[in-house]
């Protein structure tokens, strides 16, 4: 399968791409530190694939995000006729294995860093340790999930721990590269607990792949262990977003999937990836985009409707509709 590149993979310094193209992920970095290689940022997706099977048509010709490769599996299951795109060499060479190959997930650097959060919590907390929160991702009534969370899980103890480590002036802040640190929401400990128990509150534990993945760092018991694309073949193409978009030919796509893609550029970016997802998406297509950041004045979207809990905003766009609607 051929890749077309569109920056300087070989580049020295990483940060030179960051400039070139506008956007922190260039660097393939999560963490603050010396630059280098890119490493692998995501083992698994932490994003609900059933957004975009809700929103996009029938044998969709769809462009997504490659990162680890799960939404590209779900959407070419489904049938659409999936590119897979990353910015990042590595994580798409890891994407590869797991789409082409089986291979099983890996541990990335956002997985290490929950890691380091679950196991802190744990330590401490008695109710966050792994056997209770076992219990507790096995309920399947969202009434009784809500009811846990505030009486066993959301105390005291936590806020405090989540304050330390998820507030800018905290441990995760000053551990990210400095083009991320503005993406951390200003009080992200108590907006984070807010959403996981927003989705406990409407999802069942018990069969939410994404609810154990990032409060357990655990594979739901049943779920599959590898990929599946339903036998369709996925296109994987290294390069930077706006870039492949603008180098497409008019309505290429009959929509996008863009995950985390304006959490950290800045607003120069987000207006030429607006202009070019115009360009690269058909008239009455569909573009999904999910970030971090709290939601503005039009709300959080689908962030609800999202089973893994850490979205701030999910929202589902109309291309080239004159009241450029959304949900």
């Known amino acids: 399968m051929r890749l077309l590149p569109t920056v300087d993979t070989h580049a020295t310094d990483p940060g030179d791409a960051?400039?070139?193209?506008?956007?922190?992920?260039s660097a393939g970095r999560l963490l603050a530190g010396p630059t280098g290689r890119p490493r692998l940022l995501f083992g698994r997706m932490y994003e609900d694939p059933a957004v975009e099977l809700a929103a996009f048509?029938?044998?969709?010709?769809?462009?997504?995000?490659?990162?680890?490769g799960d939404t590209a599996a779900a959407l070419a299951a489904a049938g659409h006729k999936v590119t897979a795109l990353d910015l990042n060499p590595a994580q798409l060479a890891y994407a590869r294995t797991r789409l082409d190959g089986g291979a099983p997930a890996l541990t990335g650097t956002a997985e290490r860093l929950m890691a380091a959060g679950r196991r802190t919590a744990g330590t401490l907390l008695p109710a966050w340790r792994p056997d209770a929160l076992e219990r507790f991702l096995r309920l399947d009534d969202p009434a009784e999930q809500r009811r846990h969370w505030d009486s066993?899980?959301?105390?005291?103890?936590?806020?405090?721990?989540?304050?330390?480590?998820?507030?800018p002036a905290g441990a995760l802040a000053a551990a990210l590269?400095?083009?991320?640190?503005?993406?951390?929401?200003?009080?992200?400990?108590?907006?984070l607990l807010h959403r996981i128990a927003r989705a406990a509150s409407r999802h069942p534990n018990a069969a939410n792949d994404w609810a154990w993945r990032l409060l357990l760092g655990r594979e739901r018991p049943g779920a599959a262990t590898v990929l599946d694309t339903g036998g369709n073949a996925v296109r994987l193409v290294l390069g930077e977003i706006v870039e492949h978009l603008e180098r497409s030919a008019a309505g290429s796509y009959d929509a996008v999937t863009l995950s985390n893609v304006l959490d950290g550029p800045g607003p120069s970016f987000a207006r030429r990836l607006r202009a070019a997802v115009e360009h690269a998406?058909?008239?009455?297509?569909?573009?999904?985009?999910?970030?971090?950041?709290?939601?503005?004045?039009?709300?959080?979207?689908?962030?609800?409707?999202?089973?893994?809990?850490?979205?701030?905003t999910v929202r589902v766009v109309r291309i080239g509709t004159a009241d450029g609607s959304t949900r």
């Open 152 to 167: 066993v899980l959301d105390g005291p103890g936590l806020r405090l721990l989540a304050g330390a480590a998820l507030r």
């Open 57 to 68: 048509p029938s044998g969709a010709r769809v462009l997504c995000i490659a990162s680890a």
């Open 18 to 25: 960051a400039i070139r193209t506008g956007t922190p992920w």
């Open 177 to 191: 590269r400095p083009g991320f640190r503005c993406v951390v929401p200003r009080s992200f400990d108590t907006v």
């Open 281 to 312: 998406v058909r008239p009455g297509g569909n573009a999904v985009l999910r970030s971090f950041r709290e939601p503005g004045p039009a709300g959080p979207g689908q962030a609800v409707e999202d089973r893994s809990m850490i979205w701030g």
